[in-house]
Nanobody, 125 residues
């Protein structure tokens, strides 16, 4: 079992930066692949980024590639999402998630077992 808590969301202007954090409970954080998703009210949850257990495999959605960076600190049991060059269309609730293993379906929400509560990110134009 793992509990995830996101933080770091807020209101920033377009072109700015923000770093989200996701703190995990338990002693087995290193055994989970981690992902970030985002969701706008009324729309389906959208894949943002994925990082494997040892950070050897990292994947990004095309919409954020080159702007966002996912990382993890297993000693701190935390996964991060650094968001640069933010755009108005990045506005959403951002969720971190933990998967029991990495695989070809890392971009699908159903591949993840545990989810955080979400943190709001709002980008002004």
């Amino acid at each position: 079992q793992v509990q995830l808590v996101e933080s770091g969301g807020g209101l920033v202007q377009a072109g700015g930066s923000l770093r989200l954090s996701c703190a995990a409970s338990g002693r087995t954080f290193a055994n989970y692949a981690m992902g970030w998703f985002r969701q706008v009210s009324g729309k389906e949850r959208e894949f943002v980024a994925h990082i494997s257990m040892s950070a050897s495999n990292i994947y990004y959605a095309d919409s954020v590639k080159g702007r966002f960076t996912i990382s993890r600190d297993n000693a701190k049991k935390t996964v991060y999402l650094l968001m640069n060059s933010l755009k108005r269309e990045d506005t959403a609730v951002y969720y971190c998630a933990a998967a029991l293993s990495s695989g070809p379906y890392y971009y699908m929400a159903r591949s993840y077992t545990y989810w955080g509560q979400g943190t709001q990110v709002t980008i002004s134009s």
